[in-house]
């Protein structure tokens, strides 16, 4: 015969095991809801920013996750950006856009994104195709599932030279073959009188310019996410 005694430690038993499990189960539904998208960004200067402007929070990358997450669109980020690199020219510290690739792009991120690079111009047209081609194909091998963003370089006036407009019909052309999406900032006219957005060298874009740029590329990253539930 059962005492009344075991009765009522088993029955304190079953509640206390039911009030441990909800919090796991509550915790569980949230993780279920709440998706972070892992983004990589591959550039040069306009990403890292430098004395003129956009540095630390100043810089469009700090500034389009702030745009991002005021819309429900929670992100983390890897950033592999070198003044002075592209495709085919090697930065300040020695690095082409497949190398910041390979540093920075992960197998679980749901975008990547290229921006640029005007620092291309003097790279031999067929090299630099070759160049741009292995730099996506190393980057889906990496990241198979991620979609991919491509931005074309900038141009601070509607002067554009050639060479530049070349780097854009490449990247555009490579875009295309690697699935995708390119941005033409050139077509667009990114930056055209607008000069207070360039530094008094004539090239980097100051704190406003990269405000203007976050504001561009941000509902760009946006449109390539998973929308929150």
């Known amino acids: 015969m059962i005492s009344a005694a075991a009765v009522l430690a088993f029955a304190a038993a079953v509640v206390f ?4 499990r909800t919090p796991v189960q509550e915790r569980d539904v949230v993780a279920l809801q ?16 430098g004395e003129l ?23 983390s980020a890897d950033v592999g950006a070198e003044g002075g690199a592209g495709y085919g020219t090697r930065g300040n510290r020695g690095s082409l856009f497949e190398d910041l690739t390979a540093r920075t792009v992960k197998p679980d991120d749901r975008l990547v994104v290229f921006y640029g690079s005007r620092n291309d111009q003097n790279v031999d047209p067929t090299q630099y195709s ?10 889906r091998r990496l990241a198979p599932s991620a979609n991919f963003l491509v931005i074309g370089p900038p141009w601070p006036t509607a002067d554009v030279p050639g060479t530049i407009v ?41 704190d406003a310019g990269h405000t203007y740029m976050a504001e561009k590329i941000a509902p760009l990253i946006g449109a390539q996410l998973p929308r929150p539930i």
């Open 17 to 20: 095991a039911g009030a441990q």
């Open 34 to 49: 709440y998706s972070v998208n892992r983004i990589a960004v591959v550039g040069d200067s306009y990403t890292t920013g």
């Open 53 to 75: 402007g956009g540095l630390g929070a100043n810089g469009w990358t700090a500034q389009a996750w702030r745009l991002l997450a005021a819309q429900g669109l929670a992100t």
């Open 130 to 139: 070759i160049l741009v081609y292995g730099t996506f194909q190393l980057a």
């Open 166 to 206: 070349r780097i854009r019909d490449t990247l555009r052309y490579q875009a295309r073959l690697a699935g995708a999406t390119f941005i033409d900032p050139i077509a667009l006219g990114w930056f055209v009188g607008k000069p207070e957005l360039i530094g008094a060298d004539g090239v980097h874009p100051t």
